[in-house]
């Protein structure tokens, strides 16, 4: 790593233009010196007198009716202030929309009887310390009348349909095509229940001041919990105010979940500031997750591999509660050219949990399973891999027919192929051994949508000659402080050091959540105008007032505006592995990705964002799976020794790069880097198990016994 | 977690009669597993009795009379011990391969010993487990056991032992001593664990309101050829599906004498004595350590999504002898 | 001194004295309560981070008498006397210890939540390795071998006890071999200081 530079601040006599150009310089965090001292504060951490502590209890049954709660033995034990349970809960109002529509009744806790899934919340057991209340919560009896459930995913349930949220995309007649291919492959993928696990467990602490209800929460957009929160308690929106200063990951699972609204609630009756923090095993069931995927990929092709059908089938499961669609099979529409075409993504409700966003939703199971079928088509066909990619390129939007914004797909792999030593690679597999080890590399294509969403900053000139930016952004880890930070720097013409960037308060008013890969290109665009705007009205002259002279922006207009375009992201992965069929065991021996993803603000933490995406398509190759039990409905081993992810040890020396790529459609050239990474990462590395072994391995993640039995050599497939 | 008293104990004589008779009781090492227990609710003492501060945290060798471990060596320099990673490697590898460097720091060695199976039914409250609720069944054998147990289980429970550490002194004939009120015993580590059957919740020979004091490994010069190979589900920082522990001694291609231990396939650390009978005095090939593999895997029990345990081990036997045989020919 | 004979003392509870960062801090704790509970509850002190309170991440690492260990599953009660080191008593004043300093520069971390238990680790890895202990990765382990460079894989291996979701491995790889090799420079630096001094 080259080119860093420290937060030690300049001083603001630093003529303003002489670190104009601070957008692509590398700059640590920050808020970095916080975070290695200790002194960040998360939103469990804060200190108030009086606070109680509150603890969920969830269900132990998968489906079903609570038919007691035995409060009365928990409220005489020591401490105890309060058990909250459907039958003593406020009422909520349940029926509203969000940014995004119907929400998840997950927030609606404690509102009737119904068990929908094992791990629902059924009662807040409150106490004068964490020790009381967790005792408590674990001696509570509730008694249930339980129903028969079913939990178990696989292809093809009877319950499955094709949702209207997800509408299937078709162009040409499919089978014609297929029967007219020279080479079919006709594949079956399959992908697990997968969990964020962020570091830091949903944690808030909610009290009434002034008036007001104060949340101190971990989310990815605190104006957007505090809407839902003021919907939910029928309060004005203006009386609830929701911070987030630091946010220990989220990765989509950090939205208004039953954490935040129970404490909210619990504050609400007892008239005292009450946190509540999720266990890891609680965040298993509460938070989201990513559905298991069934996946089906059939392509047709010319002998030189021109691809006449594409063909992307697949099912995730959803709650009987609310509708999520993990939707695998869109992965493929922006990205291959075809005289047929035809992608649809079926969901099927269980007795589970509602599952959601997580890192690359749709786009992390679906580029595994069309990028794993692209390469079988390259083996088939006699191609190499990025050949076959290459003569695919389509000139407009596959499926759409709408131009692209950029696509600069081809540079990447040329790049990366060029640095990865990809011109040397004997495609043959199972050919080459080290020791113990057959070695095999392996690549795959990533996508990801470029979007923008309405989004309102504030930009004060303060009398010191500093500026004060406040905006609802969220960075739960990306480096968007930082990266708004230098934008606002640029915009304004002074050295970064001169710009105080108050992030995470609802106060500041609307904007976008920390997700979809849109976050850090909807704020930097709101903070972009209203700095412009802030520029001219001091480039009229005159003094500065004691409160400062502000400027406002609202971006929704302008994101309206924008045309219709393809706009995506784009990269190249390329994964080495050492695979031993006798023991089952993969390792990641080095991993190089080439994105195109728009003007990249920070180099610094950019290339986190893309490395550590890569480190969750490994993670995701290799080790995540949770495991569900068929019998009693809920998780076995729900916990961070039954869920691996990958350690240090697993992750060899990742490198991320990228290519010139700045977007016109955005006033700062940005696209979204948070998710891309994740993307074609797993397939890259089974294309390289593959390449080691001689055998396909469709069914994530690959693990020991799966490699160790399936062995190697021949065209196995496993 | 209930609510506990707590006792620090500074003798052992002392500890004993702190613990007492009480079944609510119990010996307090590192805490890492019996904290975690405790938080999970899977253990509820009443009262605590600190030993973590006992006089029993040396390690002493001697060529004659073998390697002496006090039961508070914490695992971290057990491992770190220059007479350990001399005259018994595997032990060292072992002890390396678990847990973390944190962890390890805090685990002392009788502690290790007792620690719990971490099946996730064990661990979970709201489902039944047989071994930490007699007669409440085994939900693992009709449903999640990928990595459950292939030898010496039963109908009533196939959790395995999670022990890397005890896989090695297993190999190494390893004696337990212990101290009660009636005064000081030992148990060969073959003996301490106690057969499943039916009775899974009875996990060890260790007599009530014993103190484990430590563990001796008799003098045995063919352990300072010896390996530990663990096979897991990510790199490190994981519990075993597969491991072994091997010490060979092979002259002009006859082994003369040879150690084998299997860890995450049994309730206990399975010590693989079919295989030792069928090589000793035999040929060092890979034909041989192949077939003593098989001798003792014969008596091998797989349930539906196990199975992959019996190649796994048989592999790791011919892989690990097969690496000793050529070291021994360097 | 048993804390059990502290005259603030109920069956179930305790006062104790705890040690942290050179403070001394007496109190009196449920016997259940974690010394992780005990720094972030009752001193304030929440830079050490509770990711899963089981021992299976590492986020809470501190230092116990000098050598790490995870305060999630330390009872606080059995903490008393012993020299605790949290991330907060890491840097020396302003200034930052060359590890914080090196996780700063090479961005060791996204979020920032596990960075106080990467860091107090990365100096315990760093101690380890000069006390000559090796690792999971080690060749060979006996004493004749020495002891193993602190490669890239050995600081995987030995870091592998603390979990970053945001899959910052790669540069806390970096930034902890080169705190590691400016430890190694420093205290040769700090040989060479001295032998000035005695010269002169």
Not at chain 1, 530 to 540: G, I, T, V
Not at chain 3, 112 to 126: D, N
Request: aromatic residues 6%; negative net charge; charged residues 20%.
């Amino acid at each position: 790593m080259t080119g860093t530079t420290t937060t030690t601040t300049t001083t603001a006599t630093t003529a303003a233009t002489a670190t104009f150009g601070a957008v692509g310089a590398a700059h640590t965090r920050v808020e970095g010196v916080a975070k290695v001292t200790g002194a960040a504060r998360y939103a469990g951490e804060v200190p108030y007198p009086e606070l109680a502590h509150g603890w969920l209890v969830l269900s132990t049954v998968a489906r079903g009716r609570i038919r007691a709660v035995e409060s009365a033995p928990v409220l005489a034990m020591p401490g105890v202030v309060a058990v909250l349970h459907h039958e003593n809960a406020p009422r909520l109002n349940g029926d509203y929309t969000n940014a995004f529509g119907v929400p998840d009744p997950i927030a609606q806790i404690f509102q009737h009887d119904r068990v929908p899934f094992v791990g629902w919340p059924v009662a807040l057991v409150v106490a004068e310390t964490p020790e009381q209340a967790r005792e408590a919560a674990e001696a509570l009896v509730v008694e249930y009348d339980e129903e028969p459930h079913d939990v178990v995913f696989a292809a093809g349930l009877p319950g499955v349909y094709a949702p209207e949220s997800a509408p299937a995309a078709q162009k040409g007649d499919l089978e014609v095509e297929l029967a007219a291919s020279a080479v079919v492959v006709d594949a079956e993928y399959s992908t697990p229940e997968e969990h964020h696990n962020p570091m830091e467990p949903h944690a808030a602490i909610a009290r009434w001041d002034g008036g007001r209800l104060e949340v101190v929460d971990s989310n990815q957009g605190s104006r957007f919990v505090a809407d839902e929160l003021a919907k939910l308690f029928s309060l004005d929106p203006q009386s609830v105010r929701v911070r987030s200063e630091h946010v220990g990951g989220g990765f989509g699972s950090k939205g208004t979940r039953p954490h935040s609204v129970a404490a909210a609630m619990a504050a609400t009756v007892l008239q005292r500031p009450v946190r509540v923090v999720l266990t890891r095993r609680q965040m298993f069931s509460l938070v989201g997750y990513r559905s298991p995927t069934a996946q089906r990929v059939r392509l047709g092709a010319d002998a030189d591999g021109r691809l006449r059908a594409f063909d992307h089938r697949a099912e995730c499961l959803t709650s009987t509660v609310y509708e999520f669609v993990e939707r695998a099979a869109e992965f493929g529409r922006a990205m291959y050219d075809s005289d047929a075409h035809y992608s649809q993504t079926r969901v099927v409700p269980l007795d589970v949990p509602t599952p959601s966003w997580m890192r690359a939703p749709g786009e992390a199971p679906g580029s595994f399973a069309l990028e794993s079928a692209l390469d079988e088509l390259a083996e088939k066909c006699g191609l190499d891999p990025i050949a076959l990619r290459a003569r695919n390129e389509p000139a407009v939007g596959p499926v759409s027919g709408l131009p692209f914004s950029g696509r600069n797909l081809l540079a990447c792999f040329e790049e990366g192929a060029s640095r990865f030593g990809w011109a040397d690679r004997d495609p043959r597999p199972g050919v080459r051994r080290e020791g113990r080890w057959l070695l095999g590399t392996g690549t795959a294509a990533s996508t990801f949508p470029v979007l923008s969403a309405p989004s309102t900053a504030a930009v004060t000139a303060e009398p010191d000659g500093t500026f004060t930016v406040r905006i609802t952004a969220s960075d739960i880890g990306t480096g968007a402080r930082t990266a708004l930070t230098l934008i606002a720097a640029d915009a304004l013409e002074v050295a970064p050091e001169r710009i105080r960037m108050r992030i995470a308060d609802s106060d500041f008013g609307f904007a976008m959540i920390a997700g979809g890969s849109m976050g850090t290109r909807s704020w930097a665009w709101a903070i972009r105008v209203a700095a412009d705007e802030l520029r001219e009205r001091l480039a009229l002259g005159g003094g500065i007032p004691p409160e400062g002279i502000t400027a406002r922006s609202d971006t929704s207009q302008a994101v309206g505006a924008l045309e219709q375009k393809e706009r995506h992201s784009f990269g190249a992965q390329f994964a080495e592995v050492a695979v031993d069929v006798t023991s089952g065991e993969v390792r990641v021996r080095r991993m190089l990705g080439i994105f195109a993803a728009g003007r990249i603000v920070n180099p610094l933490t950019a290339r986190g964002q893309f490395v550590g995406g890569m480190v969750w398509g490994l993670s995701m190759a290799l080790h995540e799976e949770a495991h569900r039990d068929r019998a009693s409905g809920g998780h076995v081993g729900a916990d961070l020794a039954g869920y691996h992810f990958s350690a240090h040890a697993d992750v060899p020396d990742i490198e991320a790069d990228w290519v010139d790529d700045p977007d016109p459609g955005d006033p700062v050239g940005i696209k979204g880097i948070g998710e891309i990474g994740v993307v074609g990462a797993a397939a890259a590395i089974a294309n390289a198990v593959w390449h080691a072994t001689g055998v396909r391995h469709r069914n994530l993640p690959i693990r020991p016994d799966r490699v160790l039995l399936a062995g190697a050599g021949g065209d196995r497939d496993a | 977690m209930r609510e506990f008293d707590y006792e620090r104990a500074h003798d052992v004589t002392g500890a004993v009669a702190l613990l007492g008779a009480d079944p609510d009781a119990r010996y307090l090492g590192g805490g890492t597993n019996l904290v975690d227990l405790m938080k999970s609710g899977v253990e509820r003492p009443a009262r605590l009795v600190d030993v973590r501060e006992l006089p029993l945290d040396r390690v002493e060798f001697t060529r004659n009379d073998g390697l002496r471990i006090g039961a508070t060596v914490t695992n971290s320099d057990l491992a770190a011990h220059p007479d350990v990673r001399r005259h018994y490697p595997a032990l060292t590898q072992a002890v390396l391969a678990g847990a973390s460097g944190q962890l390890r720091n805090m685990a002392t060695v009788g502690g290790n010993l007792l620690q719990r199976t971490r099946c996730g039914y064990f661990t979970d409250l709201a489902k039944p487990c047989n071994k930490r609720v007699p007669g409440s069944g085994c939900p693992a054998v009709e449903g999640e056991h990928h990595n459950h147990a292939i030898l010496g289980a039963s109908a009533h429970c196939v959790a395995t032992h999670p022990s890397d550490m005890a896989v090695a002194l297993t190999a190494f004939d390893a004696v337990i001593s212990y101290e009660t009120a009636d005064g000081p015993g030992k148990l060969p580590l073959a003996e301490f664990y106690l057969p499943v059957g039916d009775t899974p919740h009875l996990e060890t020979a260790l007599p009530p309101g014993a103190l484990i004091t430590g563990v001796t490994l008799p003098a045995a010069p063919v352990a300072a050829r010896s390996r530990y190979r663990k096979v897991r589900e990510r790199a490190s920082y994981a519990f075993a599906i597969g491991s072994i522990a091997a010490a060979l001694d092979v002259h002009d291609g006859v082994v003369r004498e040879v150690r084998l231990a299997f860890g995450a396939v049994a309730s206990r650390p399975w010590r693989a004595r079919a295989a030792e009978r069928a090589l000793t005095g035999g040929p060092a090939s890979a034909e041989a350590f192949a077939a003593a593999a098989d001798a003792e895997l014969e008596a091998a029990r797989t349930l539906p999504h196990n199975g992959y345990k019996v190649p796994l081990m048989r592999n790791l036997v011919v892989a690990m002898l097969t690496e000793l045989t050529e070291e021994a020919a360097r | 001194m048993a804390p059990t004979t502290s005259s603030a003392t109920t069956s179930t509870s305790s006062t104790i004295t705890l040690h942290v960062n050179g403070e001394k801090y007496t109190l009196p704790v449920d016997h259940r309560t974690t010394l992780l509970d005990a720094l972030r509850e009752r001193l304030d002190l929440t830079g050490t981070k509770k990711g899963c309170d089981q021992g299976q991440c590492g986020a809470c690492t501190v230092l116990l008498d000098g050598r790490r260990a995870v305060s999630c599953l330390q009872l606080a009660v059995a903490a008393e006397g012993r020299e605790i080191t949290t991330i907060e008593g890491v840097a020396d004043g302003e200034r930052l210890h060359p590890v914080q300093q090196a996780f700063l520069d090479l961005d060791g971390y996204q979020c920032g939540y596990c960075t106080p238990g990467q860091i107090c680790s990365a100096l315990a890895v760093i101690e380890e390795h000069a006390a000559g202990w090796p690792s999971a990765v080690t060749a060979d382990v006996r004493p004749e071998a020495g002891v193993p460079q602190l490669t890239p894989e050995e600081i995987r291996e030995r870091m592998s006890g603390n979990l970053c979701r945001c899959g910052a491995y790669v540069s806390i790889v970096q930034a902890v071999a080169r705190a590691a090799q400016s430890s190694d420079t420093r205290s040769s630096d700090t040989r060479s200081s001295e032998t000035k001094e005695a010269a002169a």
